[in-house]
C-alpha cells in the first residue's frame, strides 16, 4: 500500500513526452502573454505581429492553427 505518493508529485521533465500531451492553453506562454495584453490595451487589430508570433509558435509544437 505504498501507491499513494507516486503518481504527480514528480518534477517537470522528469518523463518527457511520456505525460499526457500538452493542451493548448499551456503552449507558448511568452507570447500568449504579449498577444493577450497587446489585444486588451490597444485591440486585435493593433496586435497583428504578436498575434501571428504566438500562432507561429503553436505551430511549431504541432498545434494546427
Excluded: N, W, Y
Excluded at 20 to 27: E, G, H, V
Excluded at 33 to 40: M, T, V
Amino acid at each position: 500500500m505504498s501507491s499513494l505518493g507516486s503518481a504527480s508529485c514528480e518534477p517537470p521533465g522528469a518523463e518527457p513526452q511520456e505525460k499526457k500531451p500538452l493542451k493548448p492553453c499551456c503552449a507558448c506562454p511568452e507570447t500568449k502573454k504579449a498577444r493577450d495584453a497587446c489585444i486588451i490595451e490597444k485591440g486585435e487589430e493593433h496586435c497583428g505581429p504578436l498575434i501571428e508570433a504566438h500562432k507561429e509558435c503553436m505551430r511549431a509544437l504541432g498545434f494546427k492553427v
